[in-house]
């Protein structure tokens, strides 16, 4: 089947369930909309929150980009736009939203490209000329979660690649969680104890789900692996919180 065509058979069982089977939920849903979680996930086309959670629309208010990463709160600049500040806002301040939960994965490409570029342009390390700029919004925005790279680096001398990035993935959902804490609106809504901040990690390979404990200080299994999983997988388990 077409690709096109399976979308649109995948928008009549949609049509099918939610607007003749079971229309009430959209009849609510006409008037707007009232979620309780916004969830920061990555664009990654593996990791969709409403299919992971089994999500009703209405349920989560979603903002996904490469890496779920959440820049710092900064004073508006001429010519830089701030969708995921923005949408964080709306969120806070007119949703109201009762949590945020940043949610990685394992195997995410933003911070694989993170950890292969160097901290430094090679050529102007040496002396040289810099190359011709081209255009390249992927760098700048995966730096974001350049804290994160640095902790593994210092404390992950030694580690594989893989253990770097399965560590790397966890340290970066800390770096937006504090990146959070930074927006004045999300502070204030934390304090009056009407908002919480949760840091979610979906180990793909062993079909598990984590959450950060800040007692633990690690990342601890919040739905663990069905019992055949370890058969089909093999971890990194280094982490930069064992140091």
């Given at each position: 089947?077409?690709?096109?065509?399976?979308?649109?058979?995948?928008?009549?069982?949609?049509?099918?369930?939610?607007?003749?089977?079971?229309?009430?939920?959209?009849?609510?849903l006409r008037v707007g909309q009232h979620p309780q979680t916004l969830l920061i996930g990555c664009s990654d086309s593996r990791v969709d929150p409403g299919l992971l959670l089994g999500s009703d629309p209405g349920d989560l208010f979603t903002v996904r980009n490469v890496a779920n990463l959440v820049p710092p709160c900064t004073e508006m600049e001429t010519g830089r736009l701030h969708g995921v500040s923005a949408a964080i806002q709306f969120a806070?301040?007119?949703?109201?939203?009762?949590?945020?939960?940043?949610?990685?994965?394992?195997?995410?490409?933003?911070?694989?490209?993170?950890?292969?570029?160097?901290?430094?342009?090679?050529?102007?390390?040496?002396?040289?000329?810099?190359?011709?700029?081209?255009?390249?919004?992927?760098?700048?925005?995966?730096?974001?979660?350049?804290?994160?790279?640095?902790?593994?680096?210092?404390?992950?001398?030694?580690?594989?690649?893989?253990?770097?990035?399965?560590?790397?993935?966890?340290?970066?959902?800390?770096?937006?969680?504090?990146?959070?804490?930074?927006?004045?609106?999300?502070?204030?809504?934390?304090?009056?104890?009407?908002?919480?901040?949760?840091?979610?990690?979906?180990?793909?390979?062993?079909?598990?789900?984590?959450?950060?404990?800040?007692?633990?200080?690690?990342?601890?299994?919040?739905?663990?692996?069905?019992?055949?999983?370890?058969?089909?997988?093999?971890?990194?388990?280094?982490?930069?919180?064992?140091?």
């Amino acid at each position: 089947m077409h690709v096109i065509e399976r979308l649109l058979k995948g928008f009549e069982r949609f049509q099918q369930h939610y607007f003749e089977d079971a229309p009430a939920l959209f009849d609510a849903l006409r008037v707007g909309q009232h979620p309780q979680t916004l969830l920061i996930g990555c664009s990654d086309s593996r990791v969709d929150p409403g299919l992971l959670l089994g999500s009703d629309p209405g349920d989560l208010f979603t903002v996904r980009n490469v890496a779920n990463l959440v820049p710092p709160c900064t004073e508006m600049e001429t010519g830089r736009l701030h969708g995921v500040s923005a949408a964080i806002q709306f969120a806070v301040e007119q949703l109201r939203v009762a949590r945020i939960i940043v949610m990685g994965h394992s195997g995410c490409g933003g911070i694989r490209a993170l950890l292969a570029r160097p901290e430094v342009d090679d050529d102007t390390a040496q002396g040289h000329p810099p190359r011709q700029p081209r255009q390249d919004f992927i760098g700048p925005w995966v730096r974001i979660a350049a804290p994160a790279r640095r902790l593994v680096e210092q404390t992950m001398p030694g580690a594989s690649a893989e253990q770097r990035q399965y560590a790397c993935e966890q340290a970066s959902i800390l770096v937006s969680l504090r990146n959070l804490e930074s927006f004045p609106f999300v502070r204030e809504a934390c304090e009056r104890g009407e908002l919480t901040l949760h840091g979610w990690y979906f180990d793909i390979a062993a079909g598990a789900l984590l959450a950060y404990s800040e007692r633990a200080d690690g990342f601890l299994p919040l739905v663990c692996p069905l019992p055949d999983a370890g058969a089909r997988t093999v971890r990194a388990t280094a982490s930069p919180f064992d140091a």
